[in-house]
């Protein structure tokens, strides 16, 4: 008797530990919403740092960051990496999008971009990047 209810105990314990866990998820997930909602007010970004390996749901990962830049018309962030050769283009819900390979024969280029070191855009969404050595790309969509 006495060792059922220690096992009572236990189990006791670990349901409240469960519902205590539960209810800080859910309060940071409401204080990112309510950060999150602010930023749109005062055009502020929030970042926050997630450790990807961590994250099941992770589907990209980027070496070595050289650029981040805010897309002024979406609000999408982008992230460039020239050892990934890559640009990755993420929402602010923290969203994969897309991803731009800056390699050969990829969106006109006729060769890899070998050191690629900052992205920005212009009013018309044109995208320019810059690369070692004095390297300058303008790359912009084709019309439909």
């Known amino acids: 008797a006495e060792q059922s209810r220690a096992e009572q105990s236990r189990a006791e314990q670990s349901r409240a530990e469960q519902s205590r866990a539960e209810q800080s998820r859910a309060e940071q997930s409401r204080a990112e919403q309510s950060r999150a909602e602010q930023s749109r007010h005062d ?11 961590s994250r099941p749901d992770y589907r990209f990962y980027l070496r070595d960051l050289s650029s981040v830049e805010i897309h002024a018309a979406t609000g999408n962030m982008l ?51 810059v690369s070692e050595p004095n390297l300058f790309y303008r790359l912009e969509r084709k019309p439909p």
Not at 43 to 53: A, M, T
Not at 101 to 120: C, F, I, K, N
Request: charged residues 25%; aromatic residues 8%.
């Open 43 to 53: 055009n502020s970004v929030i970042l926050g740092v997630r450790d990807c390996y």
């Open 79 to 129: 992230l460039l990496s020239d050892e990934s050769g890559a640009i990755a283009e993420y929402a602010d819900t923290g969203e994969l999008l897309a991803v731009m390979l800056l390699w050969r024969g990829r969106h006109g280029l006729s060769t890899d971009v070998p050191q690629a070191e900052g992205v920005t855009f212009d009013e018309k969404s044109v995208l320019y990047l």
